[in-house]
């Protein structure tokens, strides 16, 4: 990927990467954890459907046309991780811009890949805006476990101990683009200097692997669940309550991932994730029952039938249910 | 076999006293409280062996040689499943979820 951005930087300044913002060094200079990329940028995303999904990014780094914030009212409010960030499609065949089409209204994606719950309630306290009518939490399976990770950087945190906590992301767009030019600049120093540690990395010592190895850790993770449950039930409660004082409805999206149908999959976190949806009252739109368990061959949705995102009939089919159910 | 006898009784009284202050430290100071649910398991888990621990100071001797046994032959068994599952690259198949974010 650093290779064809180098080659289209040379043809136009505004390329640049996305960056997934839990790459950005949590302590830096500028003080802030972002949220988004680099705004106004042609930001390079990824390459699952044989081209690379490239996107002009919006006023605040997101995938969004930039007009999109000019509104007056947003009909739809999409958060969530790569598969919300639009993972590997071009616009408009991600979900929101489907979604857009469909029905001629309005529709800002604050997804980002690498996204957990936290990261997404974050999202929402930052950049929710007064006007919106819908919001949808899409989730995918992999959620969970992004938030163990989330639970411990010292200012996502602050999201969920202090509800009034903000780092005005909003106001501080040209820090967010300058810290994530810097992390790119690392990348790239670091991707060109990996073949020259290749050997060095060789005969050091793995102290990660042996820390790990002491504390047993795989065979803990293989037989306790995931951590954070109660937390994940905290952050959709307050989600609830962040959108319904901002007069919006709140409608959570499940998505099925590539072994949902096959033995790999718990059935139980499913069951979980449901009976939380259903106990906070929150309007529950599930994906597999609702479109994959309908198609003869659900693979069809993904790239070459691999397990990967979405591809453009996969986003296109979800979108259409998502905007049926929400015109019942 | 004196030798270990005699020390393991204190041997498992120390190491149950420094998981125990390990989980507080993970539960209370690294998570901030916020897990306290995953953590429980490991209190119950360490204070059974605290107890434990104390006990077999008072035990017969006898019973404490097939203790010692059972000890190190689980704790043999559980690091050398661990290497298998550090060290078997088919296990590695996690590493390609992570691509999907």
Redesign the interface.
Known sequence: MLQIYEDLKKTDNKYTLSV?PDSNPIVNKYKIFPLSGISNSKTIFCNENGYYSIYESDRYGFNNPNIEWDNKDIEYLLVG??FTHG?CVNRPNDLTSVLRTLSKKSAINLGY??NGPLMEYATLREYLIPNVKKVFWIY?P?DLSDLQYE??NNVL?KY??DLNFTQKLKFKQNKIDDLINDTIEDIKKRINNKDKDKDKEKDKFNYK?FI??IK????RK?I?PV?????FEKILKLTKDLTLANNSKLYFVYLP?FNHNKKKFSKNDYALIKQIVNKLDITFIDIYSEVFEKEENPLVFFPFNL???YNVSGYKKIAEKIYKFTER | MNFIKRIFSPFCLTISVLLIIYTYYKSEIYWNGLNNEYYLFYYIFFFFFFFFSFISFFINQKIKEYLIILFSSVVLAVFLFEGYLTFNTKTKSYKLKKTIT
């Open positions: 997934y991780d790569s993972a890949s690498s995918y992999n639970i411990s945190i969920l101990s692997k790990s190895f047993i850790s795989k065979l293989s306790f951590i954070g449950n109660s937390n991932e397990d990967g995102h």
